[in-house]
């Protein structure tokens, strides 16, 4: 039974032929055996057209559903014209009436149905008597009632066919399409991370590099004067590159792997609470710098302590880069009821930084960019540029819930 489904889905033309074909030898048949002692030979010969047209119709019904309803039409007429009373090939009408109400276009459908209502009133009127006695209106009535259920109900069979396909095709557009958001969607993340990945690499690299080579200038400026510093110069750059290459291979092997945690985070990133530690690391370094902490200090939101760590980072990282020798800077922290202050400036060489901000210095600006980048990520305001008189400041409010 199941190759026998499987052909007849593969093969629907052959099956409606080999329909079409037996429709044609029981129509011969009943001709034949009905019509013999018939004295009317005219009708015999005109009813042969019309049962081989009404067995094309079933044959090309799925081919042309619109064209084969027409020509079943046209038959029907022709039936009615020229005096050719209905055979068991007149089956055909209520099969293409079932094929255009279930994949033909919608005008077929609805002129199939107008068609179907009004063939049963046309025949009786037609050929009014039985057996060369007229019927009764009753008797008419009910013939004509009996004839149209069964094309009303093909029509409704059909219809609601295409009704069900319709909304299957619907289903499984709205699968694919669904389907299609979630791979953009994934890809969306994806390059979202990879972004944010990105940052971190840059902070990580900018702010350890530029550490290292400050302290290999101050281990080559005092090696033969005073070895102790010099030793522990090296003892710093050799620390800090220890760091930068853990925190590297961190965000490299997120790379490597690309699955996520469901928190969105991959290891324990840097807090507010860490500032203190960078900024011990950057006098280390030599450069002098004010620290202070406004408000009372409490538990803030991971995404905005991170940001408040990397824009201290970034910003004493330009200020080593591109304040000059003698550069000092001050870090105010200031904690309000509903976000956290930032205030980053220096003293040094303010036409330096502001060619840094638009790219010149840095060769592309990346450094500031980013920065831009994570206060806009939590729905925080940057504001950077020179301070009167000279100098750079960086000043950035973070709320503690981002902006709708």
């Given amino acids: 039974m199941q190759r026998l489904y499987d052909f007849i889905r593969r093969h629907p033309t052959g099956v409606d032929c080999f329909w079409a074909v037996f429709l044609l030898g029981i129509s011969g048949m009943t001709i034949v055996v009905g019509d013999m002692g018939r004295g009317d030979r005219a ?158 690499l840059h902070d990580v690299v900018a702010h350890n590099v530029s550490v290292m080579v400050v302290q290999a200038d101050g281990a080559a400026y005092v090696m033969d004067a005073a070895p102790d510093q010099a030793r522990q110069a090296l003892e710093t750059i050799s620390s800090t590159g220890r760091q930068a290459l853990a925190e590297m291979r961190r965000l490299l092997g997120v790379l490597r792997t690309g699955d996520a945690p469901e928190t969105g985070e991959y290891v324990p990133q840097p807090d507010v609470g860490q500032i203190e530690d960078l900024i011990a690391q950057v006098r280390a370094a030599g450069l002098a710098v004010d620290f202070k902490i406004e408000g009372t200090p409490r538990p803030l939101p991971s ?27 001050s870090v105010r922290l200031v904690y309000f009821d509903d976000g956290l202050g930032l205030l980053v400036e220096d003293d040094g060489r303010g036409a330096a930084h502001e060619l840094y901000e638009d790219g010149g210095a840095d060769g592309a600006g990346h450094g500031m960019i980013g920065m831009r980048e994570r206060v806009g990520m939590v729905g925080g305001t940057l504001d950077a540029g020179p301070r009167p008189g000279g100098g750079f400041r960086i000043s950035a409010l973070l709320p503690l819930k981002a902006a709708n």
């Fill in 303 to 329: 995404g905005v302590e991170l940001t408040a760590y990397r824009i201290v980072q970034e910003a004493l990282t330009n200020t080593r880069k591109h304040g000059g020798p003698n550069a000092g800077a």
């Fill in 43 to 200: 009708e015999r010969i005109a009813i042969v057209p019309v049962v081989i047209a009404l067995c094309v119709v079933v044959a090309l019904r799925r081919r042309a559903p619109e064209k084969m309803l027409l020509l079943a039409i046209a038959t029907g007429v022709a039936q009615l014209v020229i005096g050719v009373r209905p055979t068991i090939a007149n089956f055909a009408m209520l099969v293409i009436t079932f094929t255009v109400a279930t994949v033909g276009e919608r005008w077929a459908s609805r002129l199939a149905l107008a068609c179907s209502l009004c063939a049963a009133g046309l025949s009786q009127l037609r050929w009014p008597e039985q057996e060369g006695a007229p019927r009764g209106w009753v008797e008419s009535v009910f013939l004509v009632v009996v004839m149209t259920v069964p094309f009303v109900l093909a029509w409704v069979l059909g219809d609601s066919m295409r009704t069900r396909r319709a909304y299957f095709d619907q289903l499984e557009e709205r699968a694919a399409r669904l389907e299609r958001e979630r791979e953009a969607q994934s890809k969306v993340a994806v390059a979202a991370e990879r972004a944010r990945i990105a940052r971190e």
